[in-house]
């Protein structure tokens, strides 16, 4: 019961950090407006947190970058939304 809900946490983790790249590259390239820069920015920052701390017991290296560059990401939606 337990592998089986993992497999769809997972699943769904790749289908959102899908979402979220494909979301962030049309942001880049101009076909979506840069305004939705932020809380794409904001949201993958969020996500990859959310990795960290799933990956956390099985790797902390990964972890750790995780963390760090999900803050990176949150920081610097913050900062494109302030300035």
Known sequence: MKKEFMKKVITLIIIIGC???????????????????PPILLAAGLFNISNAYYVYGKNKKS?????LSGL??????????LF
Do not use: H
């Open 19 to 37: 979402i979220l790249l494909i979301l962030g590259l049309l942001s880049l390239f101009d076909l979506v407006n840069m305004e939705a820069m």
């Open 63 to 67: 972890a750790t970058f995780l963390t």
């Open 72 to 81: 990176l990401s949150i920081f610097v939606s913050i900062f494109i939304t």
